[in-house]
């Protein structure tokens, strides 16, 4: 077993790199852009970056995770899925984006952004491009290609971080493009930045595109949709919950004249926590196709629980992390953002149940269950819905954060239960609490030093308690005997 989860963790490393890079250089954006824009301006980015996000998921499929199954399934040709795959997703984002060109001014002028119908056709630009190197990123990851996976993404990364210092400190004193980039800094810049990597990314796969000798096999795509459209369905609201509290901002904020400003504020804090978040996508990226190919190996239900107690320990030790050292961390926001600040212990912790919830959610995956998904992923989205809409117009954005948490829990709940009687694993939750108890622990002993005055006092103390949970979580985890089970 100790093979396997060596394995696990050089991918996860490997493809944590250009995910490590990509989050690291939006976190130091976070200072760029609650600096050079508004809260309000600010807010219309994360409003643009909710719809792209739900899209996405609409616009590829659910492929993905089908061309994960079907090319490890015996009798089917790893190129006629990816095939299949990439010209289905190629057609439909081609007739997404006509649409989008065609009527984009309808579509500005019903949002409330007049005048700004480039911006639909950068959404949609985005889309086009980012879905159908979805696929072929999905490929990489099949053959086990970390190395260019993490290549490929950090040009990108690199690129859309070039087109953002262009765009803020040099574009404005030329401003060259006409209608296309307003001549002072708005919210159009960082959504043409993300355009511009988009672009140059799809570009540098032609070469994989044409290797790849496309092929048009009916039958296959038929069994991948069948296999992947719940997936995508089930995915939707998944996603949607993730996002659909920028949406509603736009009704139900507190303050209605003044909703950017709030979501703004609300996206500013959340990017505190983007730590947390970014272990948790490293870790899928390498655990999807791991867990596919262990499925058929002897031991694989205890293999997948000891990678469940891995992880809630590294989660625990981000989130105490973290907080030790907020004080540090919160000065990245510039001073007209850090009113949110005291959201960013609930955002970590949601995200470390979200991370968990993929683990215990990789039975319905791996036991051709996907319709279930659906129905646990919806319940988490009403969960999500109703949170806001009740407490979104007194609490503002504190109530999205417990939205959030909210249904993580019960997402984790309902997946956690029906898991156990559909593809039982022998998960130790005794053992999970207990690192539970130990980050409380953590976290109470920093909230009683936070009134001390000098903050270097605070930081030593802290570091202190970091130090004490990594030892204790350690300790906890060796007491099974890894590689002897």
Known sequence: MANPLKQLAGETAIYGLSSILARILNFLFVPLYTRMLTQAQYGVVTEFMAYIGILQVILVLGLETGCFRFANKEGEDPRRVYSGALLTVTGLNLAFLACMVAFSEPISAALGYEGYRVLIIYVAGILFCDNITAILFAKLRQEHKAVKFAVLKTVKILTETAANLVLFFWYPAHA?????????????????????????????????????????????????????????????????????DRVLFRYFDTSSEAWRASLGIYQAAVKLAVIMNLFIQMFRYAAEPFFFQRARDKGSKELYAVVMEYFTAFCGLVFVGV??????????????????????????????????????????????????????????????????????????????????????????????????????????????LAFFGLMGVAYAGMFFVADIPSMWARLAINTVITVAYAGAAWMLLRRRPVAAA
């Open 176 to 244: 060259f493009l006409g209608g296309l980039l307003s001549p002072a800094p708005d919210f159009t810049y960082p959504i043409f930045a993300i355009l511009v990597s988009c672009v140059l990314c799809l570009i540098l796969f032609i070469p994989d595109i044409l290797h790849l000798k496309l092929v048009w096999d009916a039958p296959v795509v038929k069994r991948m949709l069948l296999y992947s459209l719940p997936l995508m369905i089930a995915a939707l609201p998944g996603v949607a919950n993730d996002l659909v």
């Open 323 to 432: 907080i030790a050292y907020i004080d540090i961390i919160s000065l990245l926001l510039g001073r007209n953002f850090r009113v949110g600040i005291g959201i960013v212990p609930i955002m970590l912790l949601s995200y470390m149940l979200l991370g968990m919830l993929f683990n215990v959610s990789m039975w319905y995956k791996l036991s051709g269950r996907t319709n279930m998904a659906v129905w646990i992923t919806l319940t988490g989205l009403i969960v999500t819905t109703i949170v806001n809409i009740v407490f979104m117009p007194r609490f503002s954005y504190w109530a999205s954060a417990f939205a959030h948490l909210s249904s993580y829990l019960v997402m984790f709940i309902l997946s956690a239960f029906l898991g156990q009687k559909y593809y039982p694993i022998p998960y130790k939750w005794g053992r999970l």
